[in-house]
């Protein structure tokens, strides 16, 4: 219990000394009029209140990730505690705060410009295909994902193995949250979800201190790597952890919200400080996987009964069961109820502002004003079919490919971000809070590219090769970053 309340105080005081280090190295202007009253439209520049816009950023980036990834972590062993709590202080807290920030500075643009904006035009193309690429990839996940929870719920039509009919469904759904204002559909019920998702972890949480304190992984027990499948804790646990820590998808979202703040005050509160929820929730999952399934009676740990309960149902979706059994056995029939939201209905809500994103990015790049619903129609039905189409691709395969996109995009936006600090920070190192985050997941996603099953897949005996090339990618890059500023 020891390093899950360290963990815990560490993420609350990280948001407080540290979010205000990073609010000051950015240097806001609280004069300065936003976007959200410069541009008001009355569809995605709106104003709101910020507690409700905290609450919409929360569940935007939460989903499943800071749940679904933290069980999977949990499975390289406590490692994962110290990667929630520095991922989130020092990767994703700046990841988010920054490009929500820098989108507010821009006029709220998409966050293709905003790295365009600092790495170049031929960057800013190559980030609308890959921005686009990830939030297709995402809105599919969780839009055959839920379809498929749901029809084991209440069986309804299937085409084969897809259930066809909740599809539509969710899809319909999708529609409307895309095209209507932001203020209508997600601003209004959205705030609701968000504070459900935190009361169900809270519960989770006040239950495993309780009653099951003693059974809770410590650091103490090692920080070697608990993974029976073969993978090594570096990159895999980093990617596998990346909601909980650090997450590209976040900063495809806070332009959404940058849309809506009234005063660059509460950026810190809305952008860091929601990243520091999600490491919160993230925590909680991680400690609640890796204590439910002790037995110290029969000298069973919780990570070690974990791997046996996965080993058990092999095939299975285990993030997915693991929720459900832990909700139900400490939460009861409220937590049978609490398990269906933020197992189907987190993900919907991340899915249909994922395509939200992406009807916004294509109309940055073809500079077509969204206050006509036309407009609004003729970027979104492209969309549409592309995410159709794509649920009926292997959901496995999609989902290997989005975790790795997803984290490539936070190295571009964290490099992006270093190159903004260094131009307009009055701190002379100032770009450091950025650029360090920065090399370490150039590192992660490089490697990962060798290692991972969906990557070149090297044998043991050869991953040293990942490694080097990883290191001088990293090395490359700070290379031309150290010029750069020497030319500027």
Request: proline letters at 5%; hydrophobic letters at 55%; aromatic letters at 14%.
């Amino acid at each position: 219990m020891i390093t899950f309340f360290v963990s815990l105080v560490a993420l609350v005081v990280g948001f407080i000394v540290y979010g205000t280090v990073v609010e000051k190295v950015f240097g806001i202007e609280p004069d300065r009029q936003t976007p959200a009253i410069t541009k008001s439209d009355g569809v995605d520049y709106v104003p709101m209140k910020p507690w409700r816009i905290f609450l919409v950023q929360f569940l935007n980036i939460a989903g499943l990730g800071p749940i679904f990834g933290a069980i999977m972590g949990i499975f390289f062993g406590p490692a994962a505690f110290l990667w929630i709590v520095l991922g989130t202080i020092f990767g994703g807290g700046v990841h988010d705060y920054l490009s929500g920030m820098m989108s507010v500075r821009s006029g709220g643009v998409s966050l293709p410009d905003i790295i365009g904006n600092q790495l170049g035009k031929t960057m800013k193309f190559f980030m609308r295909i890959l921005s686009l690429l990830l939030l297709i990839l995402l809105t599919t996940t969780f839009l055959s994902g839920p379809a498929s929870l749901l029809q084991g719920l209440a069986p309804l039509p299937a085409s084969g193995t897809m259930p066809m009919v909740w599809v539509l469904i969710i899809f319909g759904y999708y529609v409307l949250a895309t095209i209507l204002p932001v203020d209508k559909l997600i601003g209004r019920f959205y705030p609701i979800f968000g504070a459900l998702l935190l009361f169900m972890g809270f519960g989770i949480m006040v239950i495993m201190i309780g009653w099951h304190s003693t059974e809770m992984p410590e650091l103490t027990d090692g920080l070697y790597n608990r993974a029976t499948d073969g993978m090594p804790l570096f990159p895999m646990m980093f990617v596998s952890i990346a909601c909980g820590a650090i997450s590209g998808f976040h900063g495809t979202q806070s332009p959404l919200m940058a849309r809506c703040i009234t005063n660059e005050r509460q950026g810190r509160w809305i952008f860091y400080g929601a990243m520091v929820a999600e490491g919160i929730l993230a925590l909680i999952w991680a400690a609640a996987a890796g204590t439910f399934f002790a037995n110290p009676e029969e000298g069973v740990y919780g990570i070690d009964g974990l791997q046996q309960f996965a080993a058990e149902h092999q095939g299975a979706n285990i993030a997915a069961l693991v929720v459900d059994r832990v909700s139900r056995s400490w939460l009861g029939i409220i937590g049978g109820i609490l398990a269906i939201v933020g197992v189907i209905a987190a993900p919907i809500t991340s899915g249909d502002t994922a395509l939200r994103s992406a009807r916004l990015i294509v109309a940055d790049f073809l500079n077509l004003d969204q206050r006509p619903v036309v407009k609004r129609l003729m970027i979104a039905f492209p969309l549409f079919a592309m995410v159709f189409g794509m649920v009926f691709v292997d959901f496995g395969i999609v989902w290997r490919y989005f975790s790795w996109t997803n984290q490539t995009l936070a190295v571009f936006t964290l490099w992006a971000g270093t190159l903004f600090l260094y131009k307009h920070s009055r701190y002379r190192y100032g770009y450091l809070m950025a650029l360090i985050p920065a090399l370490f997941m150039t590192m992660v996603c490089t490697s990962y590219i060798f290692i991972a099953k969906e990557g070149l897949h090297l044998p043991a005996e050869l991953r040293w090769i990942g490694y080097v090339v990883a290191a001088c990618v990293t090395v490359l890059l700070l290379t031309l970053f150290v010029l750069h500023t020497q030319k500027n």
